[in-house]
């Protein structure tokens, strides 16, 4: 990837890579490690509470409108 130029009256953070600033670096820059961050004082560590949403790219039926609206009515209740 490759950072653009700034325009006019405008400001586009530096991408620092190993302590130089780049204008070309990695799609891997944008990764996050989800075990950083963990709090400790934590035990539930399921990150995915709902993992019944419909899905598109896994083969099977391709969902619909009321797919979605029927996921949304089930997990309302739920805080997000």
């Known amino acids: 990837m490759i950072l653009r130029?700034?325009?006019?009256?405008?400001?586009?953070?530096?991408?620092v890579t190993e302590g130089k600033t780049?204008?070309?670096f990695e799609p891997e820059f944008f990764i996050v490690q989800m075990a950083h961050g963990q709090p400790k004082t934590v035990k539930d560590y399921n990150?995915?509470?709902?993992?019944?949403?419909p899905f598109f790219n896994?083969?099977?039926?391709?969902?619909n409108k009321n797919d979605y609206k029927n996921y949304i009515k089930k997990h309302k209740n739920e805080p997000s």
């Open 22 to 24: 780049v204008k070309e």
């Open 5 to 15: 130029e700034c325009g006019p009256n405008e400001m586009i953070p530096a991408c």
């Open 58 to 63: 896994r083969g099977g039926k391709v969902p």
């Open 47 to 53: 990150i995915m509470k709902n993992y019944d949403f």
